[in-house]
Nanobody, 123 residues
Framework: QVQLVESGGGLVQAGGSLRLSCAASGTIFGIHSMGWYRQAPGKQRDLVAVITSGGSTNYADSVKGRFTISRDNAKNTVYLQMNSLKPEDPAVYYC?????????????????WGQGTQVTVSS
């Protein structure tokens, strides 16, 4: 089965930095895009940043200039470097991948999610 395992969340002071990582594993034939979403309590899950297999990126307006998404295709890993963290950034951050993999004996393209990692910012 496909697994996305995130790491790197935690507590940081406002203005500080954190780096999130997400590694995809399983019988994967291709990863079309990987991204990060976040969900604060009582709010919907929103896109933070996404990167395609070709390296094109897209960011939410609220994080442009502060967050940087990157990926290591050889390791099936995506990173989110978060700088200048603000009090409005705390949320559970979820890794997402649009990929093709063997799932239950079938080759399937779909969206897969990690378990989420908490980011907390203290003022």
């Amino acid at each position: 089965q496909v697994q996305l395992v995130e790491s790197g969340g935690g507590l940081v002071q406002a203005g500080g930095s954190l780096r999130l990582s997400c590694a995809a594993s399983g019988t994967i034939f291709g990863i079309h895009s990987m991204g990060w979403y976040r969900q604060a309590p009582g709010k919907q899950r929103d896109l933070v940043a996404v990167i395609t297999s070709g390296g094109s990126t897209n960011y939410a307006d609220s994080v442009k200039g502060r967050f940087t998404i990157s990926r290591d295709n050889a390791k099936n890993t995506v990173y989110l470097q978060m700088n200048s963290l603000k009090p409005e950034d705390p949320a559970v951050y979820y890794c997402n991948a649009d990929l093709t993999a063997r799932v239950r004996q079938r080759i399937t393209r779909g969206q897969f999610w990690g378990q989420g990692t908490q980011v907390t910012v203290s003022s």
